[in-house]
């Protein structure tokens, strides 16, 4: 009958607009019929995990019911609600029977089917809101019939099909109509000019094709987008001359053109004279040809915010009339084709965030006057041709996070004024003709955690000490100069560094030994020096180490074996007449050389075998009389039990049998490959998890083992702890606390729904999480890799802290301080036959959206648009707040963004280490807390240029 009735309903929403009217609809309505209706309804949900229905019952009044509101007269239901329940069923068609409803919104559940057309017959509606669903289907062309309707929101589903145009042949009361992110085609329909009360039309993110409907200047619309479609035909000058009100225009990435075939921008512009209030104007990646003219800038309003005009071809000079937008706080004009100069009026946006430049032909000296733009944080005018110096009152950017100066003609020094920027993490300056030395000042960024690229210039003096205090930085560029100096051995201080090239400089001396230190070194390039002396064989030992260039030096020796020396050719050692070794193409070391090695080596080891042979003879003597006494101390004290430690108290089988019940079923919170885990109190009173495995798999004992070895060695606000545990020959468990807000998987991906946790929530999980892994792989008492980090091996407890749990596959790989470096290797080498990361788990950086790598494809669609990469429910949160608030939110979520676009690089060695993601994270979730000493400033993109992260 289920199926009967389901069948029934979806039938009836497919072909409803050509069937008769139900009798139903002719019936008298009231209270009664209106219950039934939506108990029917309940019955098409089949799934309600947060029991939003519950109270939906026959004993209970419908007035009562969730979501739902009645008339003052209590005469029939007017309004059904449901927000965020994550409701999963059929949207069905019974609800047309409340046909008193005004307001029908069922806004991020999971509901699915067709709209049904039946909805028409709910004649007294106002409001229709689906957002957020699993939607189908067309749009229903007996819509029309729904004269009174103001809002008709259905963004964010599935709906295909063309918008039909009878839906605008009655539609005088109709304000706002939103069908974004769907699957629409075809035209827009020109009837909708039919809807004079209509002041937001958004279509974004459709496949519409055609041109803008000419009857829409008979309209006065406040909000237009319609970015991401294929319109075509010209800019709609005509259009904005009719919305005198309008605050956002977003007709980015369609084929649009400007007047006299795609070379006069100032119709349009001019047609703006009007709209005073404009907010946001996006116009980006179409192409667009004209002169950016004192004429175009002056039209806009003091009111503009935002201002995207990048990917287009643009010519002429930035005018100075910009400089009246005193509100502007984005300006994007990347990929044009401007030139000229930026005079200093343009430099003076007292609330200018974003400023944009690169890849123009914009030429003279950058102003002195950006450093009056004290809410600066993303600076970039690479790829021009500014000459003269580089600005000292840049120093005054507090704000600036990413500074992108490289590919100009810039002269002079670099300013030491620069290392007041302290939030700065991005400095390019490469490919220039700057001359002095490294400015000292610049050890004061301490933030500078992606790049530092002085690359290209003209720079000289000795390689600054200071540098090895940039503990954070991953990539340090300083080639092509003309620096002296040795490398200091103080290098290895820059502990997260990735790439060293100081390649094509003056340098001298040796390199230092320490260079071994830097264990997340991937390049090193030293070439066309004045290096001497031996190659340190330490190099041989960084494993992540893999290209070297040490070619066009005076370096001396033999070529050391192991690790990259392995797999070199002669190209890396080209220039060095004084090295030798068994690489193909350099000289074999001579026999005297051998000779001596050998003589010397011989010494070492008679030394050697002479050192432990006296060494053995004290330790017998000294175990000889060791066990003398503890022979005569079991003769007089007999047998003992061994002492447990205090710490972990014994629990026997029995014990865990009664706090679960009997491990009975009903106590069950998850099961896994490794078993089961069930809640329990103990008897006194402590609520417990006992992990229980399964001891079919042969791997069972080792995991049960490894979890034990590692948990009773770390000790962490964010690590799970253990209480005890049990071992018997035929059952091993674990005694864990019990986490009352279960695992992080459950809270993200609810039972069919979405998540309710907040972006401050996420924030601060990330960030226990990042300090609980950064303590096992840098302060715990070994250093721990857990090899299965995953969102249901996070627990959450009672005040939703983080804990990272489950160690069964975990590696112990260093034995920090001494006494158990043994047990530490054999455990470390026990978990060769076991699996890195459980079954059904894919690494982020092997997973594909669109063709493209998860890594790849949130890198090049978050720009500008963060709702196309993030929970949709955080999207929806962030509307409810103040714009303030939103601000924040949306500069957290770019941070976010652009950390994991970093953790997730394809070589590990280039991805920051816990330390710095961990760091990261503390300051964003205070910031996030109100403490406004770690401010953002907003930088949403990722840098032309090279960078690397963990």
């Known amino acids: 009958m289920v199926f ?42 089949i799934s309600d995990p947060h029991s939003s229905l519950a109270n939906w019952a026959e004993a209970a009044h419908v007035c009562n019911f969730t979501g739902v509101e009645c008339d003052k007269f209590h005469h029939r239901v007017i309004r059904l609600i449901l927000k965020d329940t994550d409701l999963v069923g059929l949207l069905s068609p019974v609800l047309s029977n409340l046909t008193g409803l005004h307001h029908l919104e069922i806004v991020h559940n999971h509901l699915y089917g067709i709209i049904p057309p039946e909805f028409s017959y709910l004649r007294r509606l ?72 209509l002041w937001s039309l958004n279509l974004y993110n459709n496949q519409f094709t055609g041109q803008l409907p000419f009857s829409l200047t008979n309209i006065s619309l406040i909000n237009l987008d319609i970015e991401y479609n294929y319109l075509y035909g010209e800019l709609p000058t005509k259009f904005v001359s009719s919305w005198p009100n309008l605050l956002y225009l977003h007709l980015s990435y369609n084929h649009l053109v400007s007047h006299d075939n795609n070379t006069n921008l100032d119709p349009f512009f001019t047609a703006l004279r009007n709209n005073s209030a404009l907010e946001e104007l996006e116009l980006a990646g179409m192409g667009l040809g004209g002169r950016f003219s004192n004429t175009v800038a002056s039209q806009l309003g003091s009111s503009l915010r935002t201002l995207l005009l990048q990917e287009n071809q643009i010519f002429g000079s930035i005018p100075h009339s910009i400089a009246n937008l005193s509100r502007l706080s984005i300006l994007n004009l990347t990929s044009n084709l401007l030139n000229g100069t930026i005079s200093s009026e343009t430099c003076r946006l007292p609330n200018l965030e974003q400023l944009l430049l690169s890849y123009n032909l914009l030429k003279t000296s950058i102003p ?42 810039l002269s002079g020094t670099i300013p030491p004024t620069l290392g007041r920027c302290t939030n700065l993490y991005k400095l390019d300056l490469s490919y220039n003709r700057l001359t002095g030395s490294i400015p000292l000042e610049l050890s004061g960024l301490h933030e500078l955690r992606i790049f530092i690229n002085v690359s290209h210039n003209h720079l000289e003096g000795p390689l600054p000490i200071e540098l090895s205090k940039l503990e954070k930085v991953q990539e340090m560029d300083l080639s092509s100069n003309h620096l002296t100096g040795s490398i200091f051995p103080q290098i290895a201080g820059c502990i997260a560094v990735s790439m060293i090239n100081f390649s094509n400089n003056s340098l001298q001396g040796e390199l230092p030994e320490s260079l071994g230190d830097l264990k997340n070194l991937e390049s090193l390039d030293v070439s066309r020096n004045q290096l001497s002396g031996l190659i340190p064989a330490t190099l041989g030992k960084i494993d992540t180490l893999t290209f070297l260039n040490l070619s066009f030096n005076n370096l001396e020796g033999m070529v050391p074996s192991g690790g990259i020396f392995n797999s070199m050719s002669y190209l890396s050692f080209l220039g060095n007449p004084q090295l030798c070794g068994t690489i193909t193409g350099l000289s074999p070391c001579s026999h005297k050389r051998r000779w001596f090695q050998r003589r010397l080596f011989l010494i070492i080891f008679i030394l050697v075998i002479f050192t432990s042979t006296f060494l053995s003879i004290i330790c017998c003597v000294i175990g000889c009389k060791h066990l003398k006494v503890i022979i005569l101390s079991r003769r007089t004290e007999g047998p003992a039990r061994p002492e447990l430690i205090s710490n972990f108290p014994r629990i026997t089988h029995k014990e865990l049998s009664d706090a679960t019940g009997g491990f009975d079923n009903q106590r069950l919170l998850g099961s896994g490959s490794y078993g089961h885990v069930y809640g329990g109190v103990l008897p006194d009173g402590t609520p ?60 993200l991906y609810p039972s069919s729904g979405s998540s309710d946790l907040s972006i401050i929530l996420r924030v601060n999980i990330c960030s226990d999480i990042a300090e609980g892994m950064a303590y096992l792989h840098h302060h715990s008492p070994v250093r721990v890799i857990h090899c299965d980090l995953k969102p249901s091996n996070v627990l959450l407890n009672d005040d939703m802290t983080a804990l990272v749990s489950d160690f069964g596959i975990a590696r112990l790989i ?33 997973m594909f959206v669109g063709g493209l790598s998860l890594h790849k494809w949130v890198k090049s669609h978050y720009h500008g648009r963060a709702e196309k990469v993030v929970d949709p429910a955080l999207v929806t949160a962030s509307r409810d707040q103040s714009q303030e ?33 961990a760091d990261d994270l503390d300051r964003l979730k205070r910031y996030l807390n109100g403490d406004t000493s770690g401010t953002f400033a907003s930088s949403l993109g990722i840098s032309s240029s090279t960078i690397g992260g963990d």
């Not at 580089?390 to 507090?398: A, D, F, H, T």
């Not at 001494?818 to 530490?824: L, P, V």
Request: net charge neutral; proline share 4%.
């Open 4 to 45: 009967l009735r389901t069948l029934f309903f979806v039938l009836l929403a497919t072909f409803g607009h050509s069937l008769p009217r139900r009798h139903h609809h002719h019936l008298s309505h009231s209270l009664t019929t209106d219950k039934a209706a939506l108990l029917e309804f309940k019955k098409t949900i």
């Open 688 to 747: 417990i998890a006992v992990k229980v495995l399964h001891l079919q798999s042969g791997n069972s004992s080792k995991s049960f083992n490894r979890e034990c070895q590692v948990l009773k060695r770390i000790r962490h606000r964010n690590l799970i702890r253990i209480i005890t545990a049990c071992s018997l020959p035929g059952f091993k468990a674990l005694v864990l606390p019990y986490m009352a807000n279960g695992s992080l998987e459950s809270r």
């Open 885 to 917: 608030v939103q601000k924040m939110w949306e500069i957290a979520i770019g941070e976010l963004i652009e950390l994991g676009i970093l953790c997730t690089q394809e070589s590990p060695s280039t991805r920051p280490t816990m330390l710095d993601a």
């Open 126 to 197: 106002h409001r229709i809101i689906l957002d957020g669903n699993n939607l189908h289907g067309s749009i229903p062309e007996s819509f029309s019939h729904l004269s009174k309707l103001i809002l008709l929101l259905i963004k964010e589903n599935n709906i295909t099909g063309s918008l039909p145009s009878s839906i605008f042949s009655n539609c005088t009361l109709l304000e706002v109509v939103d069908f974004s992110t769907n699957f629409l085609t075809g035209q827009i329909p020109e009837e909708i000019g039919n809807c004079p009360g």
């Open 814 to 846: 260093m034995s920090v301080g001494g006494g158990n470096g043994g047990a530490t290797d054999h455990m470390g080498h026990s978990t060769a036959n076991l699996l890195c990361g459980s079954i059904g788990y894919i690494a982020p950086d092997d």
């Open 368 to 409: 002195e006057a950006f450093g009056k733009c004290q809410h600066l944080g993303l600076l970039d005018l690479s790829h021009n041709e500014f000459s003269g110096r580089i600005p000292e009152s840049l120093g005054n950017l507090v704000r600036l996070n990413s500074l992108f100066l490289n590919n100009n003609l």
